[in-house]
């Protein structure tokens, strides 16, 4: 079946009530209070261009043959979820936010999103889980598109860490300055930095830019928001700290909005066809829409590239080699520059915070139709 | 003249308003509206002991006159103010608290109380200013009085950070225990265990050691205060990171209180008072009053000695080799166990955050009258 | 002038015998004692392929014109040798090895050698330097060759460091185990794995793999080894901490065989010319050899992305976005998957030890080309 | 039996072949070939004192009464050792030297020498064990009498670590600069700095300090020595580090010299009364050779009391409260300035490399004994 396009907008369902499936019971969803509408303030030039149309050089049908794309994608996704469901028996879910412990490891899905409109999907993609970690790329994005990518990046070296994700030592070493936009350290100084006066007014341009792709409003969990700011002092920790420093000034609002932002639920299959116009240059292909420049595009794939799986971002580069953010409830969004976004989905973490089964999905995908750069 | 005991307590004047002195102009003080009653849910046994006098076996004459103590200590004081007044041009004042940085940096100090009641002073002495980080160790004996020494150290191996005063980089090695209770984090979590409600109650309790032994309430600075709560940023991010790991409920309060403690205000002639208890294994010598037991006093003192002087301790123990606590107001509490307290003040401060003729007069008299413990 | 290939091997000049240029006075170099032939024990399968010739599939020349590269990639390397020469002004050569502080810090070369043969340089691109950290791809993809990736990256996790390259700090943490085999720890125990008895022979094994590509021996500069030998008191504490721990048995000769293979001498064509094999799957378009076979060139060229360029390897990532490996010598070595290897030189570093002419001139090219992974 | 003084010298036996006991099979001792006679090039005036006798002034018959210390030492003793019996089962012999592995985790022993002359022990206090980290007292305390105070600990800031003894973290922090003389990087600094040709002749200047005072050439362990030797590759990493940063010049010939002083051996008897000077200002009371002068008898033991006890340094003030020195091997040496040497032994340490029975039995002694400095 073929993902909703913008052309069939008014059908598209909310995502996050979308949740039906005979696993986990339904969670219930709040819509937010947050403003829909997209920020009017866009720089000149960077902003929707209507009509804009899909990519005009999309890679040839002559190419992708030669990844033999078409023929057999849906089959490898069956046995990319079959291959897996064993292996999520050494993961566990992630419990330092209480709500994310309620999740069934068991779960098991992906979803692909082709950049000329083809999408399937397997397994349990279309269990609704919050973005955490994954919302720092559309975070980025919304503040690139506000700002440009140089002031959305100011004060930040854009060098992997080598530490893990929520690490307070390097600022202490480097006054305060996070490595990248992708630590935790990283994402709350992004939002801090989101338009906005309240945690749902800074959310709300994250939700908004998810919204203009999808056509569809994006639910916030309230469960997993209320869970997540209970407990969440080491991330604010880190933002007290880069307060000390200047870099940012109110602490406290920027942590809410930052877990506001990552109670943002999406399944597998919205997921990637949320994320695909960074497969494009920043443009939506499905819709025409250019949701950022391709500057800014350039920068967030190689933020991923280089920041995006926590510590293991290089063994991923070797056995995956693509562009992907993952987050501790269990999903990982991959890019792969000018042919598909892929989105995945399994709650059981490795020891160092990524889905086992997203990652061996994505090794299995990435040897199958040879997506790796470096190949 | 000797300095008030507890028999002239009526005559105390209120600490704080003292600072009758031709330097910067006198800062304005508010009586704080904290309790002043000592917390009456002391432990049976080390509560206070009317009547109990002096210890009974202070330092013979004989002994003291070993050290030509009592015949030139009067010259001494003068002679180590003179040699210092040079030396604080190489340091300057705290500017991290914006108030501190208007302290002037040519004034020098220095105050003797001996535990059979012999007092001395030259220099600036009566100028107050705001403890700092010297309250610690008033807030730690409070702490030891209401709980013991064990329960107040909770947590904390006690153990040298080898970092500077405010680092967090051992918290989060070390899954947010503070290396001990006088580094910043340690205090903070010792704070955060005083009983009372808010700020004001909780430094209450510190104010309230203080003035059992004083005779008199120690005074807030409220406009240290307020600078240090609009700017304590680093500190917030401290105990953000420890109520993470679980050792305290209430980060914000934690610091509050903190920060008000911090802003108590002495002289050097009233912290040489105030201290003295430690120099006589935790009894006020000349009130007779029982402050803490013996066992706290003791570690008390060590915990000085290997933790006192930020990340200068050891230097400090070569060159001086006596228990003290400095603060960046640019006081130090030194103690000669048996013997003496000693106070000194100047606001210019070394590289490390001591203050550096403070450093240099206690380096002076421990040479001069032969204190050091390992001598 | 067309670049020579395997076909024209016999008229192919020496390495390190080729610096002719008005520059510092010419070095005098010495043919190394060690052994040229390539070790015998390699792996069935994994040899050379005589008669494989160039990959079946370049890039289309249809799609090498949608990167206007045939018409104007003599011009732009000019221009890029152009734009670069104000800049080097604002770094130095490096200086902890002191035979390197010797080089004219003026100097600025480029070549470009593309998998179907055309090859183009500007600038000093014919000036000798030793390969220093370049030298860590060859030895990596040497050692490959004989054991297979797996074994020569054993005991790393291959993450990026997130310190700089000569960092003890990780190893310490990290009982020993080099993060990813391109910072120093790493490339001195791949060449603690490389056979030989001592340091010529196991170099010699490095200096094997380009002189099977380049159809001509490389020299060793001999001044610039001692040098190093007599100064790298560094990387000898690294390896004999690994020795600790067990991963290698004997540092010394382990140390004297990496400072060997640094000092192997190249110029900016030979290269570019040496590394063509990891543009296009570990196979030597020109002269047909397999020098590696294509999992190894691909995690070779995923750790170059993600370790190769020191602490400024996210803002590679960002600003040129093609996996790439530095030296202090001034080289930079990248390569573009499927089209090209680009060889730059330039001693004059920035603060992170990276060639600043080399940095911007790969920048530059990477617009013009739209060469970045990640567009 | 009264321990043997200076005037019964020629009767003293030889240390390391008194180790007559039913425990583990006698090791074989060889006497070393170094240099026995101490080094003429003494700075004038910290020679030697024919005749200057014991100290003055020791505590009064009246004042040890206090401590009610003549009448139950011996008893005291005897209690030590049983209490500790059960303790011990807990610690675990050191392992990283495997020689050392050998040792009878069973072995307890203590011995107490006073300023003038009472001795005392208990246990398996004749059991001779290699000094190894106590031997970093002898080491600097030799140094300080060749060169002064100062020149010794040239270059070390002389501030506890807060890492454990042989991290090389903070050499990379601090530019090589080891924090003080008592950890592993500080002591093969001073070790560097004692004069001699090789390892024999400088370990030979630590002996015969040690010699000069007892009396007795004392022996190395030499199955030890080649033991560490062979395994010292953390160590060597710190030597080599150290040259990196020019603070010695021979890397090896440094290791090699500490491996041997490290190798020296006594039992508890012998080392309490090598360490006896320490305890009487520099002077050794029984012979009265002035061994170093007050300012470095002050100086080494206010580092004993800052750095001497690993990572449980302030946990050792808080419960014993006197300068101390522990060894991997397990014996520590303790000095009560004024008052006494004790030395204590057995090889069953705890998790932070300090000996179970040593800790607890120095506790109990300083509880009973009121030793503690911060009393």
């Known amino acids: 079946m073929k993902f909703p396009t913008a052309r069939t907008r008014d059908a598209f369902p909310i995502y996050g009530q979308l949740g039906i499936h005979s696993g986990p019971p339904a969670k219930v969803f709040r819509l937010p209070e947050i403003a829909l509408e997209w920020p009017v303030t866009v720089p000149a030039g960077v902003g929707p261009v209507p009509g804009a149309g899909p990519r005009a050089d999309p890679l040839s049908t002559e190419a992708q043959e030669g990844f033999r794309f078409l023929k057999d994608i849906g089959r490898l996704l069956e046995e990319a979820t079959e291959r897996v469901r064993d292996a999520v028996a050494d ?3 992630a419990t330092y936010i209480p709500e994310l412990a309620k999740a069934d490891p068991a779960l098991v899905g992906i979803a692909v999103h082709t950049i000329d409109g083809d999408t399937h999907h397997a397994g349990d993609a279309t269990v609704p889980f919050t973005l955490q970690s994954i919302s720092k790329v559309f975070a980025l994005a919304a503040l690139m598109r506000l700002t440009g990518p140089a002031a959305a990046l100011d004060g930040m070296p854009c060098e992997p860490s080598g530490d893990s994700f929520h690490s307070i030592v390097r600022l202490e070493e480097e006054s305060g300055h996070p490595r990248n936009p992708l630590i935790n350290a990283g994402a709350i100084l992004v939002s801090s930095r989101l338009p906005g006066a309240n945690r749902r007014e800074m959310a709300g341009v994250v939700e908004g830019l998810l919204a203009s792709v999808l056509g569809a409003s994006v639910g916030v969990d309230d469960q997993v928001y209320a869970s997540e700011s209970a407990t969440g002092y080491r991330n604010r920790a880190l933002a007290n700290y880069m307060q000390h420093f200047g870099l940012l000034r109110n602490a406290e609002r920027a942590c809410e909005a930052y ?9 597998a299959v919205g997921l990637a066809r949320a994320g695909l116009f960074l497969a494009n240059g920043g443009s939506d292909p499905i819709s025409g829409t250019r949701v950022i420049d391709t500057d800014s595009t350039c920068s967030i794939l190689a933020l991923m590239a ?14 995956v ?13 991959a890019i792969v520059p000018g042919r598909m976004a892929i989105a995945t989905y399994g709650p059981a973490l490795g020891s160092k915070g990524n889905s086992v089964a997203g990652m061996a999905m994505l090794e299995f995908l990435s040897r199958e139709l040879d997506l790796s750069l470096f190949r």
Chains 1, 2, 3, 4 share one sequence.
């Open 91 to 93: 993961g566990k879910v």
């Open 259 to 267: 877990f506001t932002q990552c109670a943002l639920s999406l399944d």
């Open 306 to 319: 280089m920041c995006g799986l926590y510590d293991q971002v290089g063994r991923f580069a070797l056995s």
């Open 321 to 333: 080699g693509i562009p992907a953010k993952s987050a501790v409830s269990g999903g990982i969004l």
